[in-house]
T-cell receptor
């Protein structure tokens, strides 16, 4: 099936690290993505990782990929109140000349002051 | 600001009415996607255009839904005889093939059109 799974909710204290986990199903996914959605807004692409990589770091964001277990995680260092949002992981599924994104249900991150 | 715009941002309609949404992608992007997001869920793929050609349609896209991209620029999504189950956020995204320095798979999303069917 096309199930990408994420935990529903995460609460952290400001300044701590946040780790959001995701499992995906399609081992042929070339790219895996993390998107952020704030209330009433569209999706903002945060970062992505190519399937032949284990780790990617981008400022406060670290993505870890375990391809064997089909597990993806997003670590946010020094989490700020502005990071409160819903975070979606997505796998890419090949179609004619492009890819469609298969999203999880999202993890709501709440950052407490 | 991703550069993808959608109009209207909100639409309230009565069951049985027809509605049409518009998406303007980032100007140099030749690929355009429609997704639907219901409350508490992630977006689900509906359809995809490369230039003016509609190359993929999801099974979610019933006969009441039609999408066009007549000149390979903006796109419209029409829903005929709306039902309460059509209430959702309709998201448009665009991407470019072969842009230097970028993965060709990056999809940039617009703010969405929130449809409420009464």
């Amino acid at each position: 099936g096309e199930d990408v799974e994420q935990s529903l909710f995460l609460s952290v204290r400001e300044g701590d690290s946040s780790v959001i986990n995701c499992t995906y199903t399609d081992s042929s996914s070339t790219y895996l993505y993390w998107y952020k959605q704030e209330p009433g807004a569209g999706l903002q692409l945060l970062t992505y990782i190519f399937s032949n990589m284990d780790m990617k770091q981008d400022q406060r964001l670290t993505v870890l990929l375990n391809k064997k277990d089909k597990h993806l995680s997003l670590r946010i260092a020094d989490t700020q109140t502005g990071d409160s949002a819903i975070y979606f992981c997505a796998e890419s599924k090949r179609m004619d000349s492009s890819y469609k994104l298969i999203f999880g249900s999202g993890t709501r991150l709440l950052v407490r002051p | 600001d991703t550069g993808v715009s959608q109009d209207p941002r909100h639409k309230i309609t009565k069951r049985g009415q027809n509605v049409t949404f518009r998406c303007d992608p980032i100007s140099e992007h030749n690929r355009l996607y429609w997704y639907r997001q219901t409350l508490g869920q992630g977006p689900e793929f509906l359809t995809y255009f490369q230039n003016e050609a509609q190359l993929e349609k999801s099974r979610l896209l019933s006969d009441r839904f039609s999408a066009e991209r007549p000149k390979g620029s903006f796109s419209t999504l029409e829903i005929q005889r709306t039902e309460q189950g059509d209430s959702a956020m309709y998201l448009c995204a665009s991407s470019s093939y072969g842009t230097s320095g970028r993965t060709r798979n990056e999809q940039f999303f617009g703010p969405g059109t929130r449809l409420t069917v009464l």
